[in-house]
Each structure stands twice: as structure tokens, then as C-alpha cells.
């Protein structure tokens, strides 16, 4: 016959009038969900501990850690933020909402181990500033409940300001991170985690935003300044970036497996068709003859934009100037306006930040005089805010380029690939 064990259970009140438990003793409170083992003289052990109702605490500069933290006054509310978290019990089934008045808190707030289906919530102002500064890191680990982040500011010299690990869902709405420079480490570091963030203001860091180790991150409309990488994916990670984006040297990177993608509509696949205006393609043809200098390069004077999806093409400067890092394939093709002697020679290359990068193509007219055709491709690594030019070369002092309305002859494409 199988033992039977019972519990002493009640409310917490009921269980405090009973007196004290015995050793080793377990009861059960059914109001506020805590299982407590007993120690003989009153100052029980609550082994597991969940919450029964909504709770609300204040956290002030003016605060005391050993008032309740009910009221939003001096004598009511906690001084320091880690005292309202330590309040948390380890089960969340409703919402807890932590209110930050403003000053600063010089103190790592560390959020650990807290199960259930409510939420966590520590929230400062009502808008992006830094009237509720923390000048040391925000860690989330281990939360299987929700953890929502709202208007608070990080302003610390150590590497991570942000660090979310191995927890389930968070949310990060309107917070601020300000690095020292910009080999301060990382803004928002995320691993194994969904996290959704929101107008959220990153600058001065070496990495704004890390995606790693399978982490899920959803950026809308956040921005910044001073950092040298805006979003980077790792091991797995990724990134969804919408609408205003963090600027940075490199906006975007990958290593080992991570993937980034942009715009609003989403992705089918890294290339897939819905992404094709997110991408760098360009397309200029000549609208007039152009002279060509002989025996020196000439810039060809590609002046008509046909097709340009980020706005990176400048038909008054007759060059491509990259957004963004990543792989390019640049092709051209070029045609004289007019017939050349036999053995003349045209030949194409392709001008990275204004010096000679690639020869691309090149021909040589053979037999009765005629015009010079000469086209080419090449894949190059192009980094943010480089720039690329096509110039030709010829040994006849009569040679022009066509100048042709349409761009099936003379044309300058490049498009990203990777």
C-alpha cells in the first residue's frame, strides 16, 4: 500500500498563528503559493515562493531598502533597484512592475532564474532619455516568465551594458546605451533569448547589437551613433531589422552561421524575391559621345541613372558609393561612337576610392576601321562608403564613347551578391 504524505497547508496568516513550525516541517501557504520548511523557532525557510496578485514597486534615490517599496515616496519606496528584484518570488504568474524615479544607480541589475506566465517590468521615464541612468551592466539570464525593459538608460565603462541570456521572451522599449568609445564592447548582447526591441539609442560601442548562440533579435526603428558595427549575428543568430536602423562604420556583419535581414516585408530566403529592393543594384548608361583621352584613362561619363535602389549612384560624379559592406558584381560594357584605325585598343577598368582596382575588359579593332566594342565583369569586396568609377583607356586620338539612349550598348552595373 502505497505511503501517503500530508502537508500542513493554509493561508500565511492562519499557518503565523499556529506558532512555530517544527524542524524539518513543511507546510504549504495557499495564498501567496510558498512551500516552507520549518526550523523550530519561527524563522521558517520558504523553499519555493510565487506570487498571488499583481504587485507594483517604486524604486527612488531617496529611498530607503528597508521600507516596503509600496509607495512612490521617500519613506515608501526602496532605494536601489537590485532590492526590488530580490523582492520577486522565483514563480511570476501576474505582473510585476518595477517604477524608477529619476537619478542615477550606480549598481548591476541582475534579473535570474524567475519562472511562471506573467511579466517583469522595470520601467523609468516615458520617453528615450537619461533621466534613469544605471552605470553598470542590465543581465537578464535564466527568466522563462516574460522581462520587459522600458525607458531606462545604461551609461557604463565595462564591455557589456546589456547582456540577455538563455531566458524565453524580452522585450526592450526606448532604452539608451552610451559607450565611453567605441571599443567599449557591446551595446545589446543576446544569446539563446527572443528579444523585441523598439526605438531603442545605442552609441559608442564596438558592437551596437550581437545576435549569438541561436538568439532571435527583432530591432524596429532604433538608431545611435559612434559605434563601429551595428547589428552582428553569430553561431546562429539573427537579426530582423525594420524601419530607422543603427548606424555604424559596418552597419551589418556575419560570423559562424549568423543571418540579418531587413526591411518590413521580411525574407523568403538570404536572396529570396521580396528582398530585391533592399539590395544594392544600380544601372547608368552614357546619354552623349563622350571624347576619350588617348594613351591615359579617361572617367566615362555614365550620367543617366536608369535604376538605383538605395540611392547610392551619383550621376554628377559618375560613381557607385557602397551603403554597405559585402560582395558586388560590377559589369560594363562600352562601344565608340565612331570607326577606329585597325589594331586600335579600348580598354575597360574599374576604379576603387579613385585609383585603378581591376581591368575588366579590353579589345583591340582588326581588319577594315570600325567601332571598338569592350565589355567585362568582375565580383569585388566592397566596405561602406567606398566607391567605384569605370575608366577607359585607348591609343587613338579620335576615339569617343557612345553615347546610346536605351544602355543595351554602353552601360555600368553593380549590384550586391553577398
Known sequence: MANKIQLRRGTKAQLAALGPLAAGE????????ELIIGNGTGANTPLVSATSADITYYVRTDGNDNNTGLANTAAGSFKTISKAISMIPVVVN????????AGTYAEAVIISGISGSGEITVTGSTVVDFTRQITNIVNIRACSCAVNLRYI???????????????AAVALNGVTVNGVNTTDGFGIIV??????????????????VYSNWGALVYAVDCSGSGNVIG???????????????????????VVQGGFITSGSQGTVNPW????????????????SD????????????????????????????RRFTAKKYGV???TVGLQTANALADGSVLVLSVYKNGARYRDIGSAIRSGSPGVIFSQGAVTMEIGAGEYLEIWAWTDSASAAAYGNPDSVICHFSVTQIA
Open 290 to 317: 563622350q571624347a576619350l583621352s588617348v594613351n591615359t584613362f579617361t572617367k566615362v561619363a555614365f550620367d543617366y541613372t536608369w535604376w538605383d535602389h538605395l540611392n547610392e549612384y551619383s550621376a554628377v560624379n
Open 272 to 287: 529570396g524575391d521580396n528582398t530585391t529592393t533592399q539590395r544594392s543594384h544600380v544601372l547608368a548608361r552614357i546619354s
Open 328 to 330: 558586388y558584381l560590377v
Open 26 to 33: 513543511p507546510v504549504y501557504t495557499t495564498d501567496t503559493k
Open 94 to 101: 501576474h505582473k510585476v512592475l518595477i517604477n524608477i524615479g
Open 231 to 253: 547589428y552582428q549575428a553569430g553561431a546562429g543568430g539573427r537579426i530582423q531589422v525594420s524601419g530607422t536602423t543603427i548606424p555604424a562604420t559596418t552597419p551589418t556583419a
Open 153 to 167: 538608460a545604461v551609461t557604463t565603462t565595462i564591455s557589456r551594458a546589456f547582456e540577455i541570456l538563455n531566458s
Open 191 to 208: 544569446e539563446n533569448t527572443d528579444v523585441t526591441m523598439a526605438n531603442c539609442v545605442i552609441g559608442n560601442k564596438q558592437n551596437a
